[in-house]
Every structure is written in C-alpha cells, then in structure tokens.
C-alpha cells in the first residue's frame, strides 16, 4: 500500500505564493505518475498538475503559469509551488499517485484558503 500525506496549506493573500507537499510512504515502488487535484467548496475535484516519474508535467490551464508541481524521487516527495494566487484558488488540494496497477492512492487533502 501506498499512504500519501499533505502539508503547507493554509491562509494567504490574492497575490501570494504557497508550497504544499506530499509525502510518499509504504510501497513507494507501486507508483508511476503523481499529481495534485482540489475541490473548491460546492465544485467536483479537479486536475491541477500532473508529473511522471521522467519529470513531465501537465497543468490545469487555470493554473499555467502561476504554479508549479515537482518531484523528488530520492525523498519521495512531490510539491506544488503556487504564485499569484487568487481567491478562486480556494479549495482542499490533493495528492494522488497514480500506482502501475491501474489503481489509485490519495492523501487526505490540506486546505488553501486564498483571501482577497
């Protein structure tokens, strides 16, 4: 099994910047691709930035530009470096690892709370 675990949310202003990351533990061996997804309060979870374990990377278009997702692979580790943030950023933001068996693992989520 794979457990994954979110940190670095919290309240910032439109405009400023936040880290989150995630730790990976448990069979670390079993993931392939990892990534962040949020739900805005009232939304559906959606996709914000992917990256495989090669280092490519896939962003939402409403976050191009302004954020950037990473990989550290010796410490198993993936972070989300957000700039620019907006108010409609808020949402509970996500890590996923996508496992070589097709199956899925997520964290359990940290809070970003953009204030305008």
């Known amino acids: 099994q794979v457990q994954l675990v979110e940190s670095g949310g919290g309240l910032v202003q439109a405009g400023g910047s936040l880290r989150i990351s995630c730790a990976a533990s448990?069979?670390?061996?079993?993931?392939?691709?990892m990534g962040w997804y949020r739900q805005a309060p009232g939304k559906q979870r959606e996709l914000v930035a992917t990256?495989?374990?090669?280092?490519?990377?896939n962003y939402a278009d409403s976050v191009k530009g302004r954020f950037t997702i990473s990989r550290n692979n010796a410490k198993n580790r993936v972070y989300l470096q957000m700039n620019g943030l907006k108010p409609e950023d808020t949402a509970v933001y996500s890590c996923?690892?996508?496992?070589?068996?097709?199956?899925?693992?997520w964290g359990q989520g940290t809070l970003v709370t953009v204030s305008s």
């Open positions: 990256i495989t374990n090669g280092g490519n990377t």
């Open positions: 996923n690892a996508a496992l070589f068996s097709g199956l899925d693992a």
């Open positions: 448990g069979s670390i061996f079993m993931i392939n691709n």
